[in-house]
């Protein structure tokens, strides 16, 4: 069974930086896209950032400059370096995959991990 496990986030002050992962477990032939989207609070969830698999990057633009994603294929894992953050920065942050199990290629969702920046 695939799943994705996200790690890091937390509470940081408005300037700080935070790092948040997200590792693929279980059995599955490739992952093409990954990326990080986040929920604000009363809000619907946004895209933040994706990378291919051939490691092209795409960004918000509200998070240009300040957010780099990456990705480790031999770790089958993402992350997302989070700079000069700031309060509106403050979400549930989800990784997502598109992993092929066996034939099909499926989006896959972590759980969610809290980020709150303080002003």
């Known amino acids: 069974q695939v799943q994705l496990v996200e790690s890091g986030g937390g509470l940081v002050q408005a300037g700080g930086s935070l790092r948040v992962s997200c590792a693929a477990s279980?059995?599955?032939?490739?992952?093409?896209?990954m990326g990080w989207y986040r929920q604000p609070p009363g809000k619907q969830r946004e895209l933040v950032a994706t990378?291919?698999?051939?490691?092209?990057?795409n960004y918000a633009d509200s998070v240009k400059g300040r957010f780099t994603i990456s990705r480790d294929n031999a770790r089958n894992s993402v992350h997302l370096q989070m700079n000069s953050l700031k309060p509106e920065d403050t979400a549930v942050y989800y990784c997502n995959a598109a992993i092929r199990e066996r034939i099909l290629t499926r989006d896959f969702w972590g759980q969610g991990t809290q980020v709150t920046v303080s002003s």
């Open positions: 990378i291919t698999s051939d490691s092209i990057t």
């Open positions: 279980g059995t599955f032939r490739s992952i093409n896209a």
